[in-house]
């Protein structure tokens, strides 16, 4: 196995282009996801779905004074490629799987459209595509990695918002880049799916975010549900043996 | 719940543009049915065998044979679901610890040939020892079978179900046996659906004691359950489920309330498990529900830490 890679997403540095989601869509062929006006700020992508495999969310909030007017928190999200990737767990046909470089990839060959993995992802990224009738998600560009090459988002990235790279490098330059930010007073500036004791064990695409992740359509704290999974085993265990008590039971007494 | 007006206004954490965090589940009602079906089949294979260990050879008849059909029914609900229909053998090349719905599949492929040859042996008499086998095999499988559905449910991230992790084993597996002993009230004549008729009962006091204690534990996570689409589903659930119970106990020995007892039962259960999973959609659709928990998480370990 070659060393595991990542993004690393600053999103001080992002300009809100959305040159990642044009350039995820042509390399990877991704569909049209509609031509829509949501009149949300500059987002007319909405959200990570079966078509989108970049989004950058733009947020406005009122400018820090003495400035006036707004100011704008722009981020590109993506697949976070799960240390504990419960889509990956919970499939049942084996098409998603980990691959050499650590990412998580569904096997388009492979996937029945089953569609577990869908609510089983705590931060709502893969999703079925109609009519096709299977899963879909970033592949962190399983193929151009293969061929030595970066992932197109972070290849088309002007401002290397989007780092792409060996994932202990990633984690040690964010580290540096918080502390840098903290220094100029950006005390706001925080890491967030970094952190290998997460809900996750960390996330293989993580960010540096300037408020709460939830402001950027990001949960607080997901965490992947197989950690849970032998004590519901255990809890099922028990109903089951309920079950089997209780019908044993309806057959005692009485012959009627 | 229903009908009263929220005099303060739900807390909701910041979100982005009101945006879902989660992705709602994309199953059609195949999936809730496939539930009731599936733990339909449970229970009437587990009635099954003690009526053949205790010589009640129609009631073990009837409900292998009525097993059988909700094993097929249920089998081809979960393939008209898939997005891939004709890919449906792919659940069958790995065995994954990790996914319950992979050992679920291992369950079904083996409960539901062993409850099949069962059924056979008990219409026709040949093989009769294959046939004890096979009965024995199925009834040590349907515990199993009447509760895996539920940790494919709270194995997931979806607040209303993943949170239901400690009650919604014992509320699918009551509703199993409920709607078993319904079904198998329906299919055998009064007079020998005695045990029948002990299950559908105590199932049914089961079911909707457990859907209570469940939105009770939940706490604010309950809403989904009470409010909407759910809310309908669930108090009409329990208002079958608890009628059938109390025409079953009462009127169980005649003919005709006996069969429309059943069916309230068996109506009961399948609405609730319409209910669970429409609670589920309405929780993954509200981010307050993902968002609002997790920061709770995150400040009571925060408290903790210093």
Known sequence: MTSRVGFFTDTTLCIGCKACEVACKEWNHVPDDGLNFLGRSYDNTGELNADTWRHVAFIEQPALAPATGIKWLMSSDVCKHCTRAACLDVCPTGSL????????VVQEDICNGCGYCIPACPYGVIAKREPDGRVWKCTLCYDRLKGGMTPACAQACPTESIQFGPLDVLRGRAAERVSELHGQGVTEARLYGDDPNDGVEGAGAFFLLLDEPEVYG?????????????????????????????????FVGRRS | MKGERRMVPKATPTSYYGQPILKEHVWKGWIPAYFFAGGLAAGLSTIAFHSDRRGRKRLARRSWVASTA?????????????????????????????????????????FGPATGLAALASVTGWLPRVGRAAGLAAAALAPAMATYTSVLLTDTAVPAWSEARGELPFVFAASAMAAAGAVAIIV???????????????????????VRVMKESLGQLAEPYHEGHAGDLSSTAETLTLGGAAVVALLGRRRIPAVMGGLLIAAGSLAERFAVVAAGSASARDPSYTVGPQKARLAARAATAF
């Open chain 1, 218 to 250: 990001l949960p607080p704290d997901p965490v992947a549900s197989t950690h849970r999974l032998s004590s519901m085993w255990r809890t099922a265990g028990t109903a089951g043996a309920a079950f089997a008590l209780g019908l044993a039971a309806a």
């Open chain 1, 97 to 104: 799987f980990r691959t050499e470089f650590g990412t998580v």
């Open chain 2, 70 to 110: 909700a094993l097929g029914a249920g089998t081809s609900f979960l393939i008209a679901d898939l997005g891939r229909p004709s890919r449906f053998h792919h659940m069958l090349r790995v065995a994954k610890p990790t996914s319950p719905m992979s050992v679920g599949t291992w369950v079904l492929s083996t």
């Open chain 2, 188 to 210: 055998t004549p009064a007079a020998e659906a005695g045990p029948a008729r002990r299950a559908a009962v105590i199932g049914s006091l089961a079911e909707a004691a457990g």
